[in-house]
């Protein structure tokens, strides 16, 4: 073990990478940092602070988050503190305060279940602070930019209501494509947009699952990795966090972890339900639900790479035009 006032001599040290980053954040080399994967980034947590160094895929998304944390300033939103940011030879890196606690996703497992109903009880707490900060109306990730213009993508993103036909058109681009099913898709989606139509956009996390939660003592002590952060209606948090909920295993932590297993997660609604009321008062909610897995299905089957998942989102298109998808199990 090493602590604070010790020079890098342990094998976090060897990493020049990470060396680099600190010394170009003006930091000291100092401490102990444990290496973490991720999907997008490596990621090095210290005593004090957590250092990431991105593979460039999303674009300027460090410097999207760092703009997105700023507005956050004199909030009451429950968040990791920005130090640096900046771009280096090694690629685009962020360094941030290190919250008290681990992730929610790490805590879950052991967790009994009044402590897991007090996380999401003071999720809801904390999404609701996230809710009232003022955003500007056009607030995008410039890598969503992208995607949305049609930059081929291996993820899917949050969505975007006013983009969800321009979707469809870059679905239609595709060769082979099914002509009269993105004929119903654009059908069905002109018959929702009324739905939207009086939207007040808000600050919404846009990637809110077990993973960007960190929890400390039983209590969300902030929320993490606001590179998909966007102005859109509150319910488009519901988007993930329900995703989550039915199909928890396809959210893991790293790309070869495992993701939780949803049957510890059915009361996760119900329980945010109570805790923030509102954000599932909408009228029509489940039809938004639906719109927004639409546009879900319809970035993967557009913009994925790899054909057999677009075939597979294809088929999940089909699904959502019936009215069913994984909400169908869901109670809150």
């Known amino acids: 073990m090493c602590d604070q006032s010790t020079p890098f001599v342990d094998e976090t040290a060897v990493d020049p990478a990470l060396l680099r980053t600190l010394v170009a954040a003006g930091l000291p080399a100092t401490g102990c940092f444990l290496p973490k994967a991720g999907w997008v980034s490596r990621v090095w947590v210290g005593d004090e602070y957590v250092v990431r160094l991105s593979n460039g895929q999303f674009r300027d998304a460090f410097r999207h988050e760092a703009t997105v944390v700023s507005l956050l300033a004199g909030s009451e939103v429950l968040r990791a503190r920005h130090l640096a940011h900046g771009d280096g030879p090694d690629g685009p890196w962020y360094i941030s305060e290190r919250l008290p606690g681990r992730t929610m996703h790490e805590a879950w497992p052991a967790a009994d279940l009044a402590t897991r109903q007090a996380m999401i009880e003071s999720l809801g707490v904390a999404l609701r602070a996230l809710h009232r900060v003022a955003v500007p109306a056009g607030l995008l990730p410039p890598w969503l930019g992208d995607a949305l213009a049609g930059e081929p993508r291996a993820e899917f993103h949050p969505p975007v209501v006013s983009a969800a036909l321009q979707q469809v058109e870059g679905a239609r681009r595709l060769p082979g494509h099914d002509s009269r099913l993105l004929a119903d898709v654009a059908d069905w989606i002109q018959e929702r947009l009324a739905l939207f139509a009086a939207d007040e956009p ?10 960007n939660v960190i929890v400390d003592q039983g209590r ?18 519901l988007d993930t966090i329900l995703r989550w909920c039915a199909k928890a295993r396809e959210y893991p932590p790293v790309p070869e972890g495992r993701g939780l297993d949803e049957t510890t997660l059915a009361e996760v609604p119900g329980w945010l339900h109570g805790a923030y009321p509102e954000l599932f008062e909408r009228e029509h909610l ?23 998942i677009r075939e597979a989102a294809q088929g999940r298109i089909a699904v959502l035009l019936s009215g069913h998808n994984h909400l169908d199990g869901l109670v809150w």
């Open 202 to 211: 808000v600050l919404v996390h846009g990637d809110l699952h077990g993973s």
């Open 220 to 237: 969300v002590s902030g929320l993490i990795d606001f590179a998909e952060a966007l102005a859109q209606p509150a319910d488009v948090e």
């Open 286 to 308: 489940r039809e938004r639900l639906l719109f927004y897995d639409m546009q879900r299905e319809l970035a993967l089957h557009a913009h994925h790479p790899l054909p057999d």
